[in-house]
């Protein structure tokens, strides 16, 4: 067995690290356009640091990011080029509805996106797209605070509703949220959350992460019913947990630690809070308040397929351990010493990536659907202003021949791998423009300066022949 000839390959971005355009076609400001660049960036997506509005002191990447709003006709010519089956995008929630509580969308916002919809057709590159991906309008965390308000539900579904019915013949294919479960690690990107001194962190975290969960669910039911043709997924950030060493405490704060990643995506796909969430969060006082419909709508509407991102695995030790800490993706992780490490410290776990689909596919049995995974690194152009990214085709086919192996050997249903930042764009956890993913550079630096001008790096020739061969040439 080889992969299904239908099999979608592709890339990935979001509107808010490649649209740029903020201010054009009647666009609103959202969460996402105010997370700076530099030191306050944490602070800010991590709620604990009120910025909703732009100042003079902080530089805002989203702001143009790589200004695929201008662009997004020489992007998906290019992406056409390497042979895109699929292109995973997402909405500007503020491009179509602005404030986010207007009755009427934005004609101008959802002509933009119908253009770019009509631009992928005449190239046969299916849509995969992302209703929400790390973005909540700025009037809307004025007026409600955010996803820690059940107004949300209304006004998510409100976009999904003319999504659904104006996009009905361009998309057939929709995630409801992106990484749904970094409302725990990076809540107010995740979620518009900013917190207030003495406020319970933990319950907000979980009430918005409910609503979100009630929202998705309503949003499955709709899709269905606009479009029976409509296919709907989850979306988590997701990495095998390893304990550190066979010691039962560190295995014990591994088996934990995965069952947090995996509550979302428990719910989502299997239409039901877990019982060790139920206890856990029973005895911690921050089981979320539910409407008396809520069990019944999370159990009727479970998504139709599991999409998740992948970086890198994580490697958990018991609470008390010196072990040397590891970055990786906003998640707390120690160093595994059987691993190699990036340029921005996140380990490279290829057969990592195996586990993880066989962890997933085991514990859903549902179409899986890898929407993210890439290497962020420092490319410089040589004296011939090209980029020999051989680093970056090391790591994706180490990757891709990982998942083969999981379709293969391990009987994994897989639909497709759309490859993070196909094109360079501003990176959610750094606001970096040198954390470049693409295989498409694009001339933008972390000062602003560039042409904006795209060319193909090596790895884009690389992943032109892996998609023709349907993965058989790596």
Known sequence: MSFPKDFMWGGATAANQCEGGIFEGGRGLANVDVCPAGADRSAVITGHKKMLAMDDAHTYPAAEAVDQYHHFREDLRLFAEMGFRVYRLSIAWTRIFPNGDEERPNEEGLRFYEELFQECKKYGIQPLVTICHFDCPIGLIQVCGGWRSRKMIGYYLRLCKVLFERFRKYVTHWLTFNEINMILHAPFLGAGLVFEEGEDEERIKYQAAHHELVASALAVKMAHEINPSNQVGCMFAAGSVYPYSCRPQDVWEALKTGQENYFFADVQARGAYPSYAVR??????????????????????????????????????APGSTQEEAEGNLFRSVKNPYLTFSDWGWPIDPLGLRITLNEVYDRYQKPLFIVENGLGAMDQPDTQEQIEDDYRIAYLREHIRA???????????LMGYTAWGCVDLVSASTGEMKKRYGFIYVDKQDDGSGTLARSRKKSFGWYQKVIASNGEIL
């Open 280 to 317: 856990r969060l029973q005895a911690q006082g921050i089981y979320p308040q539910m409407e008396p419909d809520d069990v019944q709508i999370l159990q009727r509407y479970p998504v139709d397929f599991i999409a998740f991102s992948y970086y890198n695995s994580r490697c958990i030790a």
């Open 403 to 413: 998942m083969k192996a999981a379709v293969e050997e391990d009987g994994v249903d």
